[in-house]
């Protein structure tokens, strides 16, 4: 990761580059979407929900890990309709 200062950030791996300016996200010069990028980087689109839901806590804070970890077992422990 480079820091251009008044500029954006870059991140070179391999052959590709992801620059950040204004934010925008750029692939190598081309235009990166938002959902494009998420999945570049493997960001389930439930933690982006679970970000939003929970603003302005941060997501690696003690409340944001919390609140996701309640809602990754709540995911997985689904409640079975029909049964009191």
């Known amino acids: 990761m480079y820091h251009y200062l ?3 950030n870059k991140w070179m ?13 750029k692939l190598n010069g081309e235009p990166l979407s938002n959902e494009r990028l998420a999945e570049m980087l ?11 839901a ?3 806590h941060e997501i690696h804070g003690t409340y944001g ?8 077992w709540a995911d ?4 079975k309709k029909g049964k009191q």
């Open 13 to 25: 791996k391999g052959n590709n580059t992801v620059t950040c300016f204004r934010g925008g996200y």
């Open 6 to 8: 008044m500029r954006g």
């Open 54 to 56: 929970i603003t302005p």
């Open 65 to 72: 890990r919390a609140f996701l970890e309640g809602v990754r």
């Open 42 to 52: 493997h960001i389930d689109q439930r933690a982006i929900a679970v970000c939003k």
């Open 76 to 79: 997985a422990h689904p409640v």
